[in-house]
């Protein structure tokens, strides 16, 4: 337990913290609303893939630095990824506590694009979610002086990269008591919309070249790409409905006159959680090695990137989070509503701290994520304002905990039961 929350539970006293605090807060966030709006249509106007975010990396991280709010770390454990620290009311705790102590919250921020559709998961408006729910808790935190240390994480390569993955294996959420973030959707959804787990296996089948006309004397890598793609067509009268294998060629040959010695597949394969992708990996496996096998070639089959296991939405703070948003006018589907979508690095995050990834709505149409639809919609004012009331919300349920010790706990417990 953080030791400041003896001082956290007499400022809940003091203060009506909720609405009277925001209404104090006017700092941050309001002087700086318009640049935000300006960095969202930035960050969509110039796409960038995983790990490339440079030009969102750098835009983000100057902005903190010539707004002189938190310590900025640029390049933080990769290329295009990056901290905002700050800290608040330590004058008003016990000096011998250290700053590692104080509670810590940190909220993610993610900018790179999909390839040929640009920000059609609307990651610029993740990215100013992110820091609008820093700016307005700091100056929430800052204004009724309550001890606690508040974290923006810049994470690359959410698709398919799994950045956060990695910045986890080197120590970014250490000392962190609980992690927030949200994502545009066609729907507003938190507790209970599920993910997926998701795998990507990259399977390259090497044969024998020939010429077109002498097929015999040639080993088809192209037909053992073929078949098992076909094999993993046919696996799907075995897969649950809750599974997921979608896949593409990604190299078929150079020529139609040469047997190709070279063919691959990318996939990848979801499922719940990572226990139940196993055995979904395992039979996937076969499919590849039997096309390899029936038509004489060979078959390397490698993990292209992190996998990523399903979110678990803390329920303390899901239930925090969607009265905030209830509030404001926004309304949730029926809890007996599971809906499932895709997958994200946030679903391991969540393993390890209590955290939530919930959906705003924004005006596109029920048109899913990525899709041109989708795109377009997350550049409208509207998906703006949207993101705005989502971030106030987070830093509403971020503030709570904050500020009570007993909903701290409730959190934790809550996080000790379904996560172990």
């Excluded at 990651?123 to 808790?137: E, P, Q, R, T, Y």
């Excluded at 719940?272 to 390397?300: H, I």
């Excluded at 994200?344 to 393993?351: A, H, K, N, Q």
Aim: with cysteine; aromatic share 10%.
């Amino acid at each position: 337990m953080k030791l400041c929350f003896m001082m956290l539970t007499d400022l809940s006293k003091r203060f009506n913290f909720m609405n009277s605090t925001f209404q104090m807060a006017n700092g941050y966030f309001e002087k700086h609303e318009k640049d935000l709006h300006q960095l969202s249509d930035q960050i969509w106007d110039n796409p960038e893939l995983a790990f490339k975010e440079k030009f969102a990396h750098d835009l983000i991280t100057d902005f903190f630095i010539e707004a002189g709010i938190g310590t900025v770390t640029k390049n933080y454990i990769l290329d295009t990824a990056f901290k905002v620290e700050y800290v608040t009311g330590k004058e008003r705790s016990d000096s011998t506590i250290s700053e590692s102590d104080l509670p810590c919250v940190a909220f993610f921020s993610e900018y790179d694009a999909l390839p040929g559709i640009g920000h059609a998961c609307g990651h610029n408006l993740i990215a100013v979610v992110g820091i609008a729910s820093f700016l307005k808790l700091c100056s929430s935190l800052k204004a009724t002086g309550t001890p606690a240390r508040v974290i923006l994480l810049g994470s690359p390569a959410e698709e398919g990269g799994g950045g956060k993955i990695k910045m986890m294996n080197n120590e970014a959420l250490s000392g962190v008591d609980f992690s927030l973030m949200g994502h545009p959707s066609a729907l507003n959804c938190c507790t209970s919309t599920i993910t997926q787990a998701m795998e990507e296996k990259r399977a390259t089948f090497h044969g024998k070249n020939a010429h077109g006309t002498t097929p015999w004397m040639g080993n088809n890598a192209l037909d053992a790409a073929v078949l098992a793609y076909n094999n993993i067509n046919t696996l799907r009268h075995w897969m649950h409905p809750s599974m997921r294998a979608h896949g593409i060629f990604t190299d078929g040959g150079k020529a139609p006159n040469i047997i190709p010695d070279r063919a691959e597949l990318l996939y990848y394969f979801r499922a719940p959680d990572k226990k139940q992708l196993k055995p979904l990996l395992e039979r996937a496996e076969q499919c590849f090695k039997a096309g390899a096998d029936a038509t004489g070639c060979t078959v390397e089959i490698c993990e292209k990137s992190e996998a990523y296991d399903s979110v678990i939405q803390n329920p303390v703070l899901g239930r925090i989070y969607e009265k905030h948003m209830e509030n404001m006018g926004y309304q949730f589907p029926p809890k007996d509503e599971k809906t499932f979508r895709g997958s994200t690095d946030m679903g391991d995050v969540s393993r390890a701290v209590p955290a939530i990834h919930p959906w705003f709505l924004i005006p596109c149409g029920g048109a899913p994520g990525h899709s041109v639809p989708f795109a377009k919609a997350a550049k409208l004012p509207q998906s703006f304002k949207n993101a705005m009331d989502s971030a106030e919300c987070l830093a509403k349920t971020a503030l709570e905990v904050l500020q009570s010790k007993q909903l701290f706990d409730e959190m934790k417990r809550s996080f000790k039961e379904t996560c172990g």
